[in-house]
């Protein structure tokens, strides 16, 4: 994707992976917009990103996705690239008795957010130059984690979604790109400070090095054991993978 001279809109871009990705793409002279339900850290970040601008947002709720989208081609009628990167990861007790509002808040955010998002944007997209769709799977769309068996499930249905809306898109003028982050050092489950993830600044300067590759698939090295996996003999990989997260 062209690195440069883009508009971008972020969602979840107050903070983690999101918030990386808005700083390295504005230093490298994009207009950056960012999304995400807490006002306090979108303003935050935009008073010390000169051009950067924000708005509230729940994925959650359809029509707050609806009128987020007529706000942005209203004040921002450049914009070119959507990255749906908003999400919730947390554990659950799948097996057991399971929290419905958990539950129906992961789905709603990380699968039905970027289809409701991009659903809104993508007429508008089609009419820019350069125009890209960016979903933020995990490598546990590929690997699943059982701990959070919920969230696993909800990036590997992103996942399948992408490779059809890339077919879909094809042959006009809108990308459809998948940045597939390893572990990464955030917020979620308590990761901020694990030695096993890789660090967020990391992560983020290895995966704008493969934005600028052009391909499909943004894969750090770190995560590519995990996308490899799916195969004849995957649950011997799932279940020694899972065995080591545990301990």
């Keep these: 994707m062209r690195m440069t001279g883009n508009t ?9 992976i999101g918030k990386g990705l808005a ?8 207009k950056v ?10 303003l935050a970040l ?21 009128e987020a989208a007529d706000w942005l081609v209203m004040t921002h009628p450049d914009v070119n690239v959507l990255i749906n990167n908003a999400g919730i990861m947390a554990g659950d007790k799948t097996g057991a008795f399971m929290d419905d509002d958990l539950t129906r808040a992961i789905v709603e955010t990380n699968l039905l957010g970027p289809i409701r998002m991009t659903s809104a944007l993508v007429e508008h997209l089609k009419t820019r130059p350069y125009a890209a769709v960016v979903n933020v799977t995990s490598g546990l769309a590929f690997t699943p ?29 809108v990308r459809v790109l998948e940045l597939v982050p390893p572990w990464v050092r955030t917020d979620p489950i308590g ?25 499909d698939e943004i894969l ?21 993978f899972n065995s080591r997260r545990a301990n």
Excluded at 46 to 66: I, K, N, S, W, Y
Excluded at 192 to 215: N, S, V, W, Y
């Design 8 to 16: 971008i809109f972020i969602t979840g871009g107050g903070s983690g």
């Design 23 to 30: 700083k390295a793409f504005h230093a490298r002279g994009n």
């Design 33 to 42: 917009i960012v999304a995400g339900r807490r006002k306090a850290p979108l």
């Design 46 to 66: 935009t008073q010390t990103h000169a051009g950067m601008d924000f708005c509230e947002l729940d994925l959650r709720d359809p029509l707050a996705v609806a």
């Design 145 to 173: 984690l059982a701990h959070s068996a919920v969230y696993s499930a909800t990036k590997a249905a992103l996942h399948s979604w992408t490779l059809s809306l890339r077919i879909r898109l094809r042959g006009g003028s």
């Design 191 to 215: 990761s901020r400070d694990e030695p096993r993830a890789m660090p967020l600044d990391q992560f983020i300067a290895e995966a704008m090095e493969k934005f600028a590759t052009g391909l």
């Design 220 to 240: 750090v090295d770190r995560v590519r054991m995990l996308r490899d996996n799916p195969g004849p003999d995957e649950w011997a990989f799932v279940e020694e």
